[in-house]
């Protein structure tokens, strides 16, 4: 993740010794993901034994919290042992809420409002009887959702080239998992749409974009523009913090680490303006060690 190819104009030194170290104005946890926590924490307080399809949001610091309030993570429908059970911020397909229903669990429904509304408009799609095509990861478990919302006659791609060799209906319908990037979206349309204009009669392209990613996104790239080293806190397993990454890579050295503790003190060596963003499931706790660490460090005795 690390580009360190460009070299920066020098910056004025912030406060912290000879480094300056800068949040972006936006970052961190969105309101979906604090009212997930918010949600699934009332719930545990009330209720022994809840589990969690998959991980509420994707951060191993907020699991291991709720792990210590008796929330458990599982991986899949046969493995549930209790009456309670959680559907993650990032949602879940129809299918599997019948089933959830089929076994009479009680269920804490944590699904962003921004995830439920891409989701609607991927069953408006299907419904109406277009072909739809989710710009997004197929592995991922929102996309998985939207993709069972929309119906069958889906696909999941990163890649516009992907849809070139299939043979796709008359209607298309595109919209995007919430936390893509936006020039990816526009990228991946304009190159849809030459692809397939000669074929289609009708196209209609939902934004489904989260404003919440896309302000963090613009800060990262603000803050990158000015900054000699991004330090990009938050789970691997996040899709919208490697977003995050892979935006201010090709701007300036860039690292995600998820803990202060894979801080490298090398990565700091001669610069004096160091830029710090996280994903919108990081923890502000998770933010506020890192800053700690590296104001240590630059007041430290490192040669930065
Ligand atoms: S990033 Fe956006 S879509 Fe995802 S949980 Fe946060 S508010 Fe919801």
């Known amino acids: 993740m690390a580009n360190t190819s460009q070299s920066k104009p020098p910056v004025e030194a912030g406060t912290h010794g000879q480094v300056g170290i800068e949040k972006a104005h936006k970052l961190g946890f969105c309101f979906g993901v604090r009212r997930a926590i918010r949600i699934i924490e009332s719930a545990a307080r009330e209720h022994k034994g809840i589990v969690?399809?998959?991980?509420?949001?994707?951060?191993?610091?907020?699991?291991a919290r709720l792990a210590e309030m008796g929330v458990k993570v599982i991986e899949g429908l046969d493995q549930v042992q209790h009456e309670t059970i959680a559907i993650p911020s990032h949602g879940i397909p129809p299918q599997l809420q019948t089933q959830i229903e089929a076994r009479q669990l009680r269920v804490i429904d944590t699904t962003c409002p921004i995830v439920r509304s891409a989701q609607e408009a991927a069953r408006k799609l299907g419904e109406d009887g277009f072909c739809v095509i989710v710009f997004g990861d197929a592995h991922h478990p929102e996309v998985k959702g939207l993709l069972g919302w929309a119906g069958t006659n889906v696909l999941a791609a990163m890649d516009a080239s992907e849809v070139a060799n299939l043979s796709l209906p008359h209607r298309v319908g595109i919209l995007a998992q919430t936390t893509q990037s936006y020039l990816g979206f526009i990228e991946f349309v304009s190159r849809v749409i030459t692809i397939l204009w000669p074929r289609v009669r009708e196209l209609r392209i939902i934004n489904t974009l989260?404003?919440?990613?896309?302000?963090?996104?613009?800060?990262?790239?603000?803050?990158?523009?000015?900054?000699?080293?991004?330090?990009?806190?938050?789970?691997?397993?996040?899709?919208?913090?490697?977003?995050?990454?892979?935006?201010?890579?090709?701007?300036?050295?860039?690292?995600?680490?998820?803990?202060?503790?894979?801080?490298?003190?090398?990565?700091?060596?001669?610069?004096?303006?160091?830029?710090?963003?996280a994903g919108a499931s990081t923890p502000d706790e998770a933010i506020e060690e890192v800053m700690l660490k590296l104001e240590s460090l630059a007041g430290g005795d490192y040669n930065l």
Do not use: F
Not at 52 to 63: A, D, E, F
Not at 256 to 273: F, P, S, V
């Open 210 to 277: 989260c404003q919440e990613t896309l302000k963090r996104q613009q800060a990262a790239l603000e803050l990158a523009e000015r900054s000699e080293l991004m330090i990009v806190v938050g789970g691997r397993n996040s899709a919208n913090t490697r977003r995050l990454a892979e935006a201010c890579s090709p701007i300036v050295e860039t690292h995600l680490i998820e803990t202060a503790a894979e801080i490298d003190t090398h990565w700091l060596a001669g610069k004096k303006h160091v830029g710090i963003t």
């Open 52 to 63: 969690t399809l998959g991980p509420i949001v994707h951060n191993q610091l907020v699991v």
